[in-house]
Each structure stands twice: as structure tokens, then as C-alpha cells.
């Protein structure tokens, strides 16, 4: 099965308080708010809700709201097994894709530091070997 995701409509769009309303009742978070990359999967939708284009496109129709009966279907018994990959902390679903360029640019930051600190420690340790030499020599 094609999985397609839709944007939220627009802040100031009649239908956007009606697919928040939607993400919170799922979700059991009565605070949760979309950012402006927030998506929802087409199965949340009605297929008469959709349509496609000559394309092959999928679109929603102006009147398309997420429907809570398709939720209540999509459980755990579709899952043939848990996912046992490990999400990292860079890679959380909860991150935006802006956070996520972002905290991967850290990460590269961070490394390229090391890199300098650590031929810094060698060069401090050479110096102190040295040092060492040169005063076993004045004895």
C-alpha cells in the first residue's frame, strides 16, 4: 500500500482546528499543536475524500477532514513485528527536518573540535616528554 502525507491546512484555515482536534484526541494530548511541518498519513482519510489526477497525484478535496473510524482500524494488528531499530536522538520523529539539518551540523561542529583538541594533547604531551629529555640532559 502508497502512503501519502498531507500538510495541516494553513493557521486561519476553517479546517484546521477540526484536524488538530483530531491529532490530539489520538494521541491523548489535549496541548499538542502542528508545526509547519506536520503531516497526516492518507489512511486517517475517507477515500471519498480523495482524489487522484490524471498524473497519477493524490490530492485532498476541500472538504477532507481526518476521519476517526480509519484510526481505530489502522492498530497494532497490522504490525507484523515491533520495530527493533533504534531511533537516534538526531534522527526523533518529533524533530522537525530543520532540527534535524540543524543537530547534524552540530554534530559535525562537535567532531571537527575534537579533531583539533586531540592534536593539541599530543603535541602537549611530546612537549612534556621533551622537557623531561632536555632535563635529564642538564644533570
Keep these: 500500500m502508497i502512503y501519502i502525507f498531507f500538510r495541516f491546512p494553513r493557521p486561519g484555515h476553517e ?6 482536534k ?8 489535549e496541548t499538542w499543536l502542528p508545526s509547519e511541518h ?9 477515500n471519498e475524500d480523495k482524489y487522484i489526477t490524471k ?3 493524490q490530492y485532498l478535496k476541500k472538504c477532507a477532514v481526518p476521519y476517526d473510524d480509519n484510526y481505530s482500524t489502522l492498530g497494532t494488528s497490522k504490525l507484523v513485528e515491533p520495530i527493533s531499530e533504534p531511533v537516534s536522538d538526531s ?10 539539518v540543524l543537530k547534524n551540523k552540530l554534530s559535525k561542529e562537535i567532531t571537527a573540535k575534537k579533531v583539533p583538541s586531540e592534536k593539541f594533547k599530543k603535541i602537549k604531551r611530546q612537549n612534556r616528554y621533551l622537557k623531561k629529555k632536555c632535563m635529564s640532559y642538564k644533570l
Design 15 to 20: 479546517k484546521r482546528e477540526r484536524w488538530i
Design 22 to 29: 483530531f491529532v490530539q484526541k489520538n494521541r491523548n494530548e
Design 38 to 46: 506536520t503531516v497526516i498519513c492518507s489512511e486517517h482519510f475517507k
Design 55 to 57: 498524473t497519477g497525484r
Design 91 to 100: 534522527e526523533s520523529i518529533f524533530n522537525s527536518p530543520r532540527k534535524i
